[in-house]
């Protein structure tokens, strides 16, 4: 299984891209797992030849099983995240694609909005979408040296959004009756 990671955010260093690293290490290690960078490159959608950016997008995805988001807790969501939604659903790269979409607030409204507005545009693609809102401090320190999430309670979030895109064989190996 192969699931693309994309963080909502253009700080290589803010607390959503953080958060998307360390599900990524949440993962059950069968499943490969490859993080897209490249949201700050992607132009608004125009018919017509689809630019490099978008079409490393478009194309990284369409070789997945599924996806990963991370989204800040702004009610508006990012314009380059606007765009890379309007590339992939223009080429019906959502189409069918399990998205996972997590959403980081202190607030508890504003993980709500920023689901509710992804849930909307996600399945308005046809994705078949899953998530959770994450209520917690950015300022609270969730991250060891190594970027790995010390609080077993947000460990468990996580580890629940995952189990939602991951299937049951991938999570868990088969038990054999000797």
């Known amino acids: 299984m192969k699931i693309i990671g994309i963080a909502a955010s253009l700080h290589a260093g803010s607390f959503i891209t953080r958060l998307l690293d360390a599900a990524g290490g949440e993962l059950p290690e069968s499943v490969r797992f490859e993080v897209w960078r490249g949201l700050s490159d992607i132009p608004p959608y125009q018919p017509g030849p689809v630019p490099a950016p978008a079409r490393e997008l478009v194309s990284l995805v369409a070789g997945s099983d599924a ?19 309007d590339w992939m659903a223009a080429r019906d790269g959502l189409a069918g694609k399990h998205v996972a979409v997590m959403s980081a607030s202190a ?41 790995h999430l010390t609080s077993a309670d947000l460990r468990d979030q996580v580890r629940r959004v995952i189990r939602q895109l991951c299937p049951a064989e991938v999570m868990e190996p088969a038990l054999s009756v000797l």
């Not at 899953?130 to 401090?137: C, Q, T």
Request: hydrophobic fraction near 50%.
């Open 67 to 85: 996806i990963l988001l991370t989204a800040p807790e702004h009610s508006l969501l990012p314009m380059e995240l606007t765009h890379a939604l």
């Open 107 to 147: 607030r508890a409204c504003g993980a709500m909005w920023a689901q509710a507005e992804l849930y909307k545009r996600l399945l308005g693609a046809g994705a078949v979408v899953s998530g959770a809102e994450l209520v917690i401090s950015p300022a609270w320190p969730h991250f060891d040296d190594n970027g």
